[in-house]
């Protein structure tokens, strides 16, 4: 055997990746990743790009794309500047780099729960515990916890339309957050990559922004706006942690790709950009009400939900007692395929939610597939009453 460290023995596969592989097969219909609908993708018709681009480029990125996403992170508060605006290859290029920088074997974090899987993977992977977030109380505790129990060193949120639940919190919750984070010197890192698909009034401004002094890093993504397959995200930080994290970056991969930057620059510099960001979101909002519809046709009696005033994630609470994976398992027989919601927990365990994402499949196809979910748990439900 290949001598390996240490935490390569914990390393566990991707259930994203993993069910990305499974929404391949001929005539699945898919609720379970978080892909936005191809029509939303940016008409990116565009010129040669400029030569110069084929060469190696700066860690940091593009200098005319660090300041055009500056300028539009300073329009929502955020106390930021191009020099500390910092090109991603995703945003998950973004959580790897936090967690190298904040997380040691048994550092504790503090999460939402449910909270976006794929982070919960990066975080345990690097070693992590997870203390759980009270967006009534955040912080609750913080300041009686013996020595042996100090804050946690960083908290990880979703605030807006967040994954999986699609939950937008409140301006108290929001003020809260970041009174705890500062007052107990936690560092904050906000994700935020759904914050534009917004259908109903919801309070958006980031909790970074009520931050007056203290740590804090915050990330977005081009991924649901402009196209996943350009792998392109940022992040900006408080002047501590940025100069880190770039050095971090450097020995990840140099740079994010050029090519990839120069097309999101011409997006963001296109006038048309805010009326085809208006079309998006009247286009989810048509697929969400839709597939709303569709659930309680065919799940009105079988589970429970909100609606999600943005994002892309309908979060299902079923009846006490299902067995979700076995419900799977009957699901993809039939080419369905979703999340279940045990995958979210931090704490971990079993969980009797799932996930499903309405923003890939068409109406129909969705039709078709809440009816497959609605058909195999009403087969369980009687094979339950039969024993």
Same mark, same amino acid.
């Given at each position: 055997?290949a001598?390996?460290?240490?935490?390569?023995? #914990?390393?566990?596969?991707?259930?994203?990746?993993?069910?990305?592989?499974?929404s391949?097969?001929?005539?699945?219909?898919?609720?379970?990743?978080?892909?936005?609908?191809?029509?939303?993708f940016?008409?990116?018709?565009?010129?040669?790009?400029?030569?110069d681009?084929?060469?190696?480029?700066?860690?940091?990125?593009?200098?005319?794309?660090r300041?055009?996403?500056?300028?539009?992170?300073?329009?929502?508060?955020?106390?930021?500047?191009?020099?500390r &605006?910092? &090109?991603?290859?995703?945003?998950?290029?973004?959580?790897?780099?936090?967690?190298?920088?904040?997380v040691d074997?048994?550092?504790?974090?503090?999460?939402?729960?449910?909270?976006?899987?794929?982070?919960?993977?990066?975080?345990?992977?690097?070693?992590?515990?997870?203390?759980?977030? #009270?967006?009534?109380?955040?912080?609750?505790? /913080?300041?009686?916890?013996?020595?042996?129990?100090?804050?946690?060193?960083?908290?990880?949120?979703?605030?807006?339309?967040?994954?999986?639940s699609?939950?937008? /919190?409140?301006?108290?919750?929001?003020?809260?957050?970041?009174?705890?984070?500062?007052?107990?010197?936690?560092?904050?890192?906000?994700?935020?990559?759904?914050?534009?698909?917004?259908?109903?009034?919801?309070?958006?401004?980031?909790?970074?922004?009520g931050?007056t002094?203290?740590?804090w890093?915050?990330?977005?993504?081009?991924?649901?706006?402009?196209?996943?397959?350009?792998?392109?995200?940022?992040?900006?930080?408080?002047?501590?942690?940025?100069?880190?994290?770039?050095?971090?970056?450097?020995?990840?991969?140099?740079?994010?790709?050029?090519?990839?930057?120069?097309?999101v620059?011409?997006?963001?510099?296109?006038?048309?950009?805010?009326?085809?960001?208006?079309?998006?979101?009247?286009?989810?909002?048509?697929?969400?009400?839709?597939?709303?519809?569709?659930?309680?046709?065919?799940?009105?009696?079988?589970?429970? /939900?909100?609606?999600p005033?943005?994002?892309?994630?309908? /979060?299902?609470?079923?009846?006490?007692?299902?067995d &979700?994976?076995?419900?799977?398992?009957?699901? &993809?027989?039939?080419?369905?395929l979703?999340?279940?919601?045990?995958?979210?927990?931090?704490?971990?365990?079993?969980?009797?939610?799932?996930?499903?994402?309405?923003?890939?499949?068409?109406?129909?196809?969705?039709?078709?597939?809440?009816?497959v979910?609605g058909?195999?748990?009403?087969?369980?439900?009687?094979?339950?009453?039969?024993?």
């Open positions: 055997m001598r390996l460290s240490m935490r390569s023995s #914990d390393i566990k596969p991707s259930p994203v990746r993993e069910m990305l592989n499974v391949q097969r001929p005539g699945m219909i898919s609720f379970a990743g978080g892909l936005p609908s191809p029509e939303t940016a008409g990116l018709d565009l010129p040669p790009p400029p030569r681009l084929l060469q190696y480029g700066p860690t940091e990125g593009e200098p005319a794309l300041a055009r996403i500056a300028e539009d992170l300073a329009a929502l508060g955020l106390d930021t500047a191009p020099d &605006v910092m &090109v991603l290859s995703g945003s998950q290029q973004g959580i790897d780099l936090a967690a190298k920088l904040v074997a048994g550092t504790t974090l503090a999460v939402e729960s449910p909270a976006y899987l794929a982070a919960l993977q990066v975080f345990r992977f690097y070693g992590a515990r997870f203390e759980i977030i #009270d967006r009534g109380a955040p912080g609750a505790g /913080w300041a009686d916890a013996p020595p042996s129990m100090a804050p946690p060193s960083m908290a990880y949120v979703i605030p807006t339309f967040q994954n999986p699609g939950h937008c /919190w409140t301006a108290d919750e929001r003020a809260a957050m970041a009174a705890a984070c500062q007052a107990h010197e936690v560092i904050l890192f906000e994700d935020d990559p759904y914050r534009d698909l917004v259908y109903e009034p919801c309070e958006r401004r980031p909790v970074c922004a931050l002094s203290g740590s890093i915050y990330q977005g993504s081009f991924s649901k706006t402009v196209a996943p397959g350009l792998r392109l995200g940022y992040l900006t930080a408080s002047p501590d942690l940025f100069p880190l994290l770039v050095q971090l970056k450097q020995a990840a991969d140099l740079h994010t790709n050029r090519l990839s930057q120069w097309m620059l011409q997006y963001l510099n296109d006038p048309g950009r805010a009326a085809r960001m208006d079309q998006v979101a009247a286009l989810y909002r048509t697929k969400r009400d839709a597939f709303a519809d569709a659930l309680t046709r065919h799940l009105g009696n079988k589970a429970s /939900w909100a609606l005033p943005g994002g892309l994630f309908f /979060w299902l609470t079923l009846a006490d007692g299902v &979700v994976e076995a419900l799977l398992k009957r699901c &993809v027989e039939r080419g369905v979703f999340t279940p919601g045990s995958h979210f927990l931090a704490e971990g365990g079993a969980s009797p939610t799932i996930r499903l994402n309405f923003s890939l499949a068409e109406p129909e196809a969705a039709e078709r597939g809440l009816a979910i058909e195999a748990l009403g087969e369980m439900a009687r094979a339950d009453e039969r024993t």
